[in-house]
């Protein structure tokens, strides 16, 4: 009897402190929506799970594993030299906007039980601040390679600018996301753009960053360079240039962290062959990280505008996916490098934020439609590792170069030889994921 006592105890604490999780982390699994408007005017206290925002930000994570590990050392699995698309280039923007649309959810769902937004806002500072020195650490391995010199600490990474975009969003939403969602009438006539007119603080504060990036990106004096530049710098654009990688971008790096505190190898210097330190997450990118981030909060809130519609969820995902690919033909022209705005992921340019934005709409338009309408799909194995994201992220990060993620190859010109090694990682952190979700172990920052 007393055995079955302590059982029970347990398992009650083992199931709420699950339960705090699933509600807490905005940058895991955090999202609830809540079954009928009597339930929205309330403190939530049951709800049903999005299986579909898990299994995305999974999928994307699969993929960027898979390409930091090296991709098989396929061209279309490395990022591109400087403007243009490849399969390595979607993913972090998608785990982006995926924050962003957990972001919604969690936060509405904390102001329904009677949280005080202060008290919501102490825990997106911390948070980031956990997330932001993770980052730090994670992106400057010494291992046995002695102490590392301050000189030389890279400051920007993808953790960091997850860490910035999550604390700006996520105040924002804090400041206009409301409590009760059930008191406004759907049939006004301007419903269909509820997302934007009942935050529309928040977007004014969205528009004026990008119109900042925009004057930054192409007023901003850069010494040597033309303004507005856009190009590689080095042997690009005939060698005209070669000191302006990333125009602006670069320039407000070196200028505000040091050539030294920046990325030392980017993806341009092979092709162009550039010669100054430029850092694809550097700051003026950053606000268009923002911007995506924003984006997929404005997912969560047609998620929780529209519960339980699903057609009428899918169809505002559909168009906010065609309005952002027609913005993004115009700014590119329909061209790789002669459109107003090119689609650069080293820049993270506003075509680029567009472009993915698009395609990120659609995709969990679909994935949410077989995973939580139809139920066709559970969403595994992508489901496991998106459970557990960042230990996931940061995990594959450190154990980069130990076996059995990597080991001494027969003949390392091979694709078939690096496919193999990169695919074998990549399914070791799938199950690993796998088996920590099994075990109810959840990293939770």
């Not at 199950?431 to 109810?440: D, G, M, N, P, T």
Request: glycine fraction near 8%; aromatic fraction near 16%; proline fraction near 5%.
């Amino acid at each position: 009897m007393r055995l079955q006592v302590v059982k029970n105890l347990l398992l009650h604490w083992g199931n709420a402190m699950e339960t705090d999780r699933l509600i807490n982390s905005e940058l895991g699994p955090s999202h609830r929506l809540v079954e009928s408007s009597v339930e929205a005017a309330m403190p939530a206290t049951a709800g049903r799970r999005l299986r579909s925002l898990d299994t995305f930000r999974g999928f994307s994570l699969v993929i960027m594993v898979f390409v930091n590990y090296g991709g098989g050392r396929y061209w279309f699995f490395r990022h591109e030299s400087w403007n243009g698309l490849t399969v390595a280039d979607l993913v972090f923007p998608w785990f982006v906007f995926i924050m962003g649309t957990s972001i919604a959810l969690s936060i509405s769902g904390s102001l329904r039980r009677g949280v005080f937004r202060s008290h919501l806002l102490g825990k997106v500072l911390w948070r980031s601040v956990q997330l932001f020195l993770i980052g730090l650490i994670v992106i400057n391995p010494n291992y046995c390679q002695g102490p590392l010199s301050w000189d030389s600490l890279r400051i920007p990474g993808v953790l960091q600018r997850l860490a910035f975009s999550y604390l700006v969003v996520s105040s924002l939403d804090l400041l206009v996301a409301r409590v009760r969602l059930d008191n406004f009438p759907m049939d006004a006539w301007w419903y269909p753009v509820c997302e934007c007119l009942l935050y529309w603080p928040a977007w004014l504060c969205v528009v004026f960053l990008e119109a900042l990036w925009l004057y930054l990106t192409f007023l901003l004096p850069v010494p040597a360079c033309p303004n507005g530049y856009l190009g590689p710098g080095g042997i690009g654009d005939f060698g005209q240039y070669p000191n302006c990688t990333g125009g602006a971008a670069g320039f407000i790096d070196r200028w505000l962290l040091g050539e030294s505190h920046i990325y030392q190898t980017p993806s341009s210097r092979v092709v162009f062959q550039t010669k100054v330190p430029f850092d694809p997450e550097g700051t003026l990118g950053s606000i268009n990280s923002i911007l995506m981030a924003f984006l997929g909060v404005q997912a969560g809130k047609i998620l929780l505008h529209y519960r339980d519609l699903h057609s009428k969820i899918i169809s505002r995902f559909l168009i906010w996916g065609f309005i952002l690919g027609a913005l993004s033909a115009i700014l590119t022209k329909c061209s790789k490098d002669h459109g107003f705005i090119p689609i650069n992921k080293n820049l993270w340019s506003l075509s680029y934020v567009t472009t993915l934005s698009c395609f990120a709409f659609v995709l969990l338009g679909v994935v949410y439609y077989i995973v939580d309408v139809k139920r066709w799909w559970s969403g595994a194995p992508f489901y496991y590792p998106g459970m557990n994201s960042i230990l996931v992220y940061v995990g594959h990060e450190v154990f980069e170069e130990y076996f059995p993620f990597r080991w001494r190859m027969a003949n390392s010109q091979l694709h078939a030889e690096h496919l193999a090694q990169n695919l074998v990682a990549t399914s070791i952190w799938v199950f690993i994921s796998f088996v920590l979700y099994r075990k109810k172990i959840f990293w939770k920052i």
